[in-house]
C-alpha cells in the first residue's frame, strides 16, 4: 500500500521515458498527479545507457529534489518473458517450490539468473493448476535498479509495463481490447486483454497488412472475432494497423481517446495509452494487488534491517536482565530451545515437501511417456494419409500441419484419430492450391 506522501512512477521504453508523480495533499482526499515523458533519441546501447541515467537525473533534481522517495518501475517485455503452465493440482502449501522447480525444467535459463513471480489464473481441486509466470533476467533488473540507485531514487517494485495496462482496462468488465503501442521503428506491439488479463501479446511489422496472418500467429479462433475495441498509443505505425484492423472487420471500434472516466485519475483523459501502465501500477499498489520482480533484491535489504533490530532488541534484553530483571534470562533460553525446536520441525516439514514434488514430477513424466506413444500412433495414422508437414503437442492439445490431394483425406483422417480418442477436431486453417491441399487441425486429448 502507498502509506508515504510521495511516490514516482517510471515506464522504461525504446524511444522515452515516461513518469508518473503522485503526491498526497495533506488536506485533501484526493491525491495530486503529473505526468511527464522524455525521448530518448540515442540507439547505441552505451549512448542510450547514458542518456537514460541523465533523464532520470534531471527528472529527480528538477521536480523531487534531493530527497530519496519511493520509485516503481515499468520494463518492456522485450527484456524478459510471461508465460503460462498447466500443472497438476498441488495443495497451497507446496505450490511455491513446485513452481520453481517446473520453471528450472521448462525456461531454457538457469534459474538462479532469473527473478519471477506466479499468478494462480485457473485451478481444478485434485485435477490440474494452470499458472502464469512472469520473470526477467537479474542481471537486467539488477542493472536498470543499479540505473534508479545511481540517479538518487529509492527503487521498491519492478513490474512489467503490459501486466499493469490491464489494471486501467478493468473498468470496462469482460470486454476483449486490444492495446497497439509502437515499440521500436517499425515495430508494433500488440497485446490482447480480456478485462485486466493479459491473454495474448505479439510484435509485428508495421507493414504488415495480412490481418489473417496476423490473427492466426495470435491463436485468434473465428468465434471470437470481432474484437470489442482497439486502442492505440496515437503513434503513426499503431494507428496504421489499428486502421487495418477496423476495415478487416477483426474489430468493433477504434478508439484514441481514454475510456478511464474517473476524477481522481484524470491524467488517463489528457494522455491516453502511454499513461495506461503507470496508472495501472498505482492503482494496483493502492488495492494491494502488487507484484514485484524486485523483491529479490528487497529482500536481503529487509533482512538486514531485521537482524540489525533483532540485535539491539536483544541487547537492550540481555541489559535490563541484568541490571534489573534477571529471572527473565531464564525465559529467554526457553526461547531459544523453542526456537531451535521449530527449526527441526521446518527442517522435517522441508524434506516430507521435497518428496511430495518428486512424487508429483513422477507422475507427470509418466504422463508424459503417454503422450509420447499416443504421438508415435498418430504418425501412423499421417503418414499413411497425408504429407505431414508439422506437428505440436503441448498441454493435450495436437496440431498438425499437413498437405494432400483432396478433402476426404482430411476427414478420414479426422475420424480415425477420433475413434483413437483424440476430442473437439477443430480446422484452424486450410488451403487450396494447384490441386494440393494444405490444412492445420487441432485436437485434445
Known sequence: ML??????FIEVSSKEVRFLYWEKIFWSKNAKLNFYTFPL???DNRKNKDELIEVLTDFRKRYLGNKKISTYLLIPLQMGLIREFKLPWIPKKNRESAVGYYIEHEIPVPSGELVYYCQELEEKENEYLKVRVSAARRENISKYAGYLTNAGYRLEG?????NCVGKVLDILGDKRVLVLQEIEEGRVQLALYKGSMLEVIKEVDSGERD????MFSLRWQDGELPIDMVLSDGSMEADKQASLLLKSGSVKHYERIPIYDDDQLDILKLQGVKAYATCGYLLKIKNGEQTNLYSTFLLPLKLKTLALMGGLFIAIILLLGTMIWYPLY????NSQTTITDFQTKFAKLESEQGQDIIVEWRKLQ????QDLEQLHEVLNYVDKEVTLVRLNYRQ???YLWAEGTDNRSITKLTDKLMAD???DPQLINYKYYQDNISFCLSFNR
Open 158 to 162: 519492478v513490474e512489467y509495463a503490459v
Open 366 to 369: 509418466d504422463k508424459s511417456y
Open 396 to 398: 493435450d492439445t495436437l
Open 421 to 423: 480418442d483424440w476430442r
Open 3 to 8: 502509506d508515504e506522501r510521495k511516490s514516482v
Open 211 to 214: 490481418i489473417s496472418k496476423i
Open 41 to 43: 533519441n540515442s540507439q
Open 330 to 333: 531464564a525465559d529467554y533460553l
